[in-house]
């Protein structure tokens, strides 16, 4: 919201008013925490060291900080 009161500040602010697409990559390193055959798995691809929610939340936070 902090960003959203600065921009409206700004001479001729115009909020975007069309739909928006939205296409972000996320890099998260693999938990140390793992067991050695589950970093392995990780690095090669064969899952991910994301969860679903946490997937969410940096979704989240992105499109809060941008106002979305």
Do not use: C, H, M
Not at 12 to 41: C, H, M, N, Q
């Amino acid at each position: 919201l902090w960003v959203t009161e600065q921009l409206k500040k700004i001479d001729g602010f115009k909020p975007y008013e069309k739909a928006l697409y939205v296409d972000l990559t996320f890099y998260v390193g693999i938990p140390s925490s793992w067991s050695k055959k589950k970093r392995i798995e990780a690095a090669n691809g064969v899952i991910r060291p994301v969860s679903k929610n946490d997937l969410d939340n940096l979704y989240k936070s992105v499109t809060d900080a941008v106002g979305i």
